[in-house]
């Protein structure tokens, strides 16, 4: 099952990068989405360097990953699917913090959560729906990862505050 997973996901990420390879820059934009990634790209820089300033032993300095990013992402290989503002195979972080600015709550499974507690589930346990057909693997179904879980979150989170 592990395998398959990973297969979907290296599979639609080659999609995703070929899918990319055309001239992007004579693609016109919807003036929504435009607007939607001027503000991503404003807003992700301050919010990774408060977050890298708060949590300073918890950054990475790699060219591999973005700046600010805790390491807990580059540990549970987050960066494979997910960048801060950019949708790689899996939506942009700063689209996720955006789209749960404000809420308090997060439906999982059929079944409402308190919003770190139901996004730390998704996380951990996988599932898709809520950002298309792609799924997301599940990162720690034993639940023995739940601090990295829980910081990844917060991190997720904080970037559009």
Sequence with gaps: MKNSCIKIVLIGGLVSILAGCGDKE?????????????????????????????????????ATLEIGMPAAASRNNCTACHAI??????????SVSLKYKGADKFEYGGKEYPLVEGLMMKVSLG????????PMPAIDAKG??????????????????
């Design 26 to 62: 004579q693609q016109p934009k919807p003036a929504a989405e435009a607007a939607t990634q001027q503000t991503i790209l404003q807003s992700a820089p301050a919010a990774a360097s408060q977050l890298s300033q708060a949590n300073a032993v918890n950054v990475v300095p790699s």
């Design 85 to 94: 503002n950019k949708k790689v195979v899996g939506p942009a972080w700063m």
């Design 127 to 134: 599932g898709s729906g809520h950002w298309g057909s792609m």
């Design 144 to 161: 023995i990862k739940q601090t990295d879980i829980k910081e990844l979150v917060q991190f997720v989170l904080g970037l559009a505050k």
